[in-house]
C-alpha cells in the first residue's frame, strides 16, 4: 500500500503562481512514478506531469509553464505551476505507479493516488 498526502493547491489570479507537494509513503517498488493529473468539472481526469527515474515527462498544454520535481530519497514530487490560466482550474491529484506499468500519460499506469487538491485561477 502507498499513501499520498498533497498540499499546495488554492485561489490565484490569471497568470500567477502555484506550488503543489505530494509525500509518498509505503513500499518503494510502488513509486517509481510519481505524476500529477488533474481533472475539470464535467471533463475527464487528464495527464499533467509524471517523473519517472531521471525522466520527466509533460502534457502539451503545460509544457513551459509547469515544471514536476521530486526528491527520490524523500518519495516527494512537487509541481510549480506559473503562468496560470483559467483552464487550469481543476483538482489536482497525485499518483503513482510501478516500473513499466504502462504509458506515463495514462491514469491505468498508476495504482495509487491521492486525494486531490483544488486549483482555482480567476480571471
Known amino acids: 500500500q502507498v499513501q499520498l498526502v498533497e498540499s499546495g493547491g488554492g485561489l490565484v489570479q490569471d497568470g500567477g503562481s502555484l506550488r503543489l507537494s505530494c509525500a509518498a509513503s509505503?513500499?518503494?517498488?510502488?513509486?517509481?512514478?510519481m505524476g500529477w493529473f488533474r481533472q475539470a468539472p464535467g471533463k475527464e481526469r487528464e495527464f499533467v506531469a509524471t517523473?519517472?527515474?531521471?525522466?520527466?515527462f509533460y502534457a502539451e498544454s503545460v509544457k513551459g509553464r509547469f515544471t514536476i520535481s521530486g526528491e527520490n530519497g524523500k518519495n516527494m514530487v512537487y509541481l510549480q505551476m506559473n503562468s496560470l490560466k483559467p483552464e487550469d482550474t481543476a483538482v489536482y491529484y497525485c499518483?503513482?505507479?510501478?516500473?513499466?506499468?504502462?504509458?506515463?500519460?495514462?491514469?491505468?499506469?498508476?495504482?495509487?493516488w491521492g486525494q486531490g487538491t483544488q486549483v482555482t485561477v480567476s480571471s
Open positions: 517523473s519517472a527515474g531521471m525522466a520527466t
Open positions: 499518483a503513482t505507479g510501478r516500473f513499466a506499468s504502462g504509458p506515463v500519460a495514462s491514469p491505468a499506469s498508476y495504482a495509487y
Open positions: 509505503g513500499r518503494s517498488s510502488d513509486i517509481y512514478k
